[in-house]
């Protein structure tokens, strides 16, 4: 498997059922390139676009979702200004998929910032493949598989 891409992005975007009837321009974010992030724009919706990172230190991978603020600080997304979604890719040597995050699922999970609760500038997520996880992890993974979707080898090798 090899690392995320515009091509990717694009692909997901093809077949995720929600988007396949949309027009989307997609622009690199400069500031997280380390993640391959893009942003899409339809003309009713907004993406984000993210690709995993494997850490040799814990379970699961782990993804920066932050913007920056008018005060050059960075910041969680907050609900009023994140995009409608956050896609992650996700990959292992033998495997390949994405999470499909609505910002509202993200805000009822304490990632997306709320009027009541400040969000968090990374999260670790959890495929399917990962194990062995402590409890945490466990209860995390189970939030984030709702919104999982396998890729098939001939997606993820573009």
């Known amino acids: 498997m090899k690392t995320a891409s515009k091509e990717i992005f694009l692909n997901i975007l093809g077949i995720a059922p929600k988007f396949s009837d ?3 321009t997609v622009l690199r974010d400069l500031e997280n390139q380390k993640y391959s992030a893009h942003i ?7 993406l984000a676009f993210r690709s995993a990172k494997t850490t040799s230190t814990k379970t699961g991978q782990f ?14 997304y907050h609900i009023n200004t994140a995009p409608d979604y956050f896609v992650i890719y996700t ?3 033998t495997q390949a998929g994405y999470f499909l995050f609505s ?3 993200l805000a009822k999970n304490g ?5 009541e609760k400040e969000g968090k500038r990374a999260i670790r997520i959890y495929p399917p493949w990962s194990k062995n996880l402590n409890n945490q992890a466990a209860k995390t993974q189970k939030w984030q598989s709702q ?3 396998a890729l098939s080898s001939n997606v993820s090798n573009l």
């Open 63 to 76: 993804v920066t979702l932050w913007q920056r603020g008018s005060d050059n600080a960075i910041h969680p």
């Open 40 to 46: 899409a724009k339809s003309t009713t919706l907004s």
């Open 91 to 93: 990959y292992s040597n």
């Open 22 to 24: 949309q027009s989307f």
């Open 147 to 149: 919104n999982f979707y």
């Open 111 to 115: 990632v997306i910032s709320t009027h």
């Open 103 to 105: 910002k509202i699922t």
